[in-house]
């Protein structure tokens, strides 16, 4: 119940009920970036793991890359001799690593458009 000097039953003021209602804002505002923040974190720890696995998965494709470019160079020179198996085998690496970087230039070129 009011009563007539302006105050309700708790006795509190208008200025009072204000000042409570801005420090309610206040914390709900504080709990919800706590909590987004708290969102943030989780993804950024999903995406750090998915990061550190792909990057392993790009170590471990470049050291199989590495392994084949050895043996196209062992094969070549059983074939026709050390140096020439070599010199082969960097002309066939070589024109597979063109073929591939047009193709990127295209799907890049492609998804400009």
């Not at 009072?16 to 989780?42: C, N, P, S, T, W």
């Not at 990061?51 to 059983?78: D, R």
């Amino acid at each position: 119940m009011v009563q007539p000097g302006g105050g309700d039953d708790d006795g509190q003021t208008v200025g009072g009920m204000f000042r409570q209602l801005l420090d309610d804002g206040r914390a709900y505002a504080q709990a919800e970036f706590e909590l987004a923040k708290a969102r943030v974190q989780i993804k950024a720890i999903r995406y750090r793991n998915a990061a550190i696995l792909a990057a392993l998965a790009l170590f471990l494709a470049f050291a199989t890359t590495v392994i084949l470019c050895l043996a196209v160079v062992m094969w070549f020179s059983q074939l026709i001799g050390p140096y020439l198996g070599g010199l082969t085998a960097i002309l066939v690496v070589a024109g597979a690593t063109m073929l591939v970087a047009m193709m990127a230039r295209k799907a890049f070129d492609r998804a400009a458009d």
